[in-house]
């Protein structure tokens, strides 16, 4: 990692020895001596290397037939000189120097990359193939299940969707629409934990599935107090709406980009404060749309969490937080090594997929039992105990999988 550090010294050397050099020929032209280049850069080495000049001059062989004696040495006033020449070789211009010796080293670099790349992403695409092969070897059935399970809720989703719009007696708008577009989202998010488990990224699956646990979470308690946690829910999209917008007009100089139109951020200004007004000031608080039903006026997601009815994942969620932060807890313990193995992970494992395996197919789950109760009738009550019967199917292979590879 110093191979460029070495470089660039070795650049500031070669200053250094071209004025030493002048500096010699100086002294040679004295004694009527021209020395060849091989010459000067072996008396050079002598004089620098050696703590008496005098003695290294008398042993040095100039290549010459001569009884004179030749008495070269290096005065404190010639290293002066070397140091003032370098100065102004360098002087003010040394941080530029050090820009340009950086963007010429780095444009060459670059051009060095694009021209070998192709080579070395085939290299690396045959191995994440074989390591895929190796993967669906051993995770396959449980990855397959979780991809199914994914299909059906979302075909299931886009049937109830259809069905519950064109009821004209529809008397829960906004209900309906919450739990419909937060069903859309969890399949989304379950479908990028299938891809993410695919490739052997159990940790970056894992926190997904703390996003899918939220919204799990959120549609439950809404699904649970009905219409006006629902339209509370919705309009609280203003309040996330006008800190959105300080937030920017804060950094925007910063950044280079154009302030908001004052009228605009005072029309966002007005409509929080509308509904500050009419729900409270807790309302403007980050979760304030629950703060009336989970009784507490500035609650958090844990509170949201425990009040869903499905706080028993504590723990599972807080080994889901530590792949999105950057605590301790998350770089030194990861889902996808084995313990002890003293390595550092920096791509994909085939270890570490049961829990945000099985955790997806219960959150998914959980999302969709929330949809499906805007009304329930026998034929969603089959449609929910397929997808039930899947999510087992699902968990059980996960568990009995890990298991295996904990053991080998």
Known sequence: MRSMHAMFENIC???YYRVLVSI??????????NLSDSKNDELIKRLTESRDAAATIKEFDFGIDSDREISISLTKTDLERVADACKRIHGDNLHSVILDFLEDISSMTVESLHKEWESQRAYEDDVLENFKKQLFEIWGKAIEGLRMLVSLAREFGADFNRYIRKRIDNKNPFLTDVLTRLHARSCQLADEIVCLLSSGHSDGA??????????AAVSLLISKHGE???TRYVKHEAIEAYKAARDYNECCHRLGYPPLDSDELESLSRDRDELVDKYGKEYKNQYGWASEVVKNSNP???????ASGIGHFKAHYRLASHNVHANPK?????LGLLDNTGLLLAGPSDVGLCEPGQNASISLLQVTASLLSLDVTLDILVYFKVLEKVS???QDLFVEIDENVEGR
Do not use: P, S
């Open 206 to 215: 894992m926190a997904r599935w703390r996003t899918l646990h939220e919204i």
């Open 392 to 394: 087992q199917e699902v």
């Open 24 to 33: 010699i020929k100086e002294k040679l032209e004295d004694f009527g001596l």
């Open 228 to 230: 006006d946690l629902a």
């Open 330 to 334: 998350g770089v030194y313990c990861r």
């Open 300 to 306: 958090n997601l844990r509170i949201l969490i425990e």
């Open 13 to 15: 050397k070669e200053q």
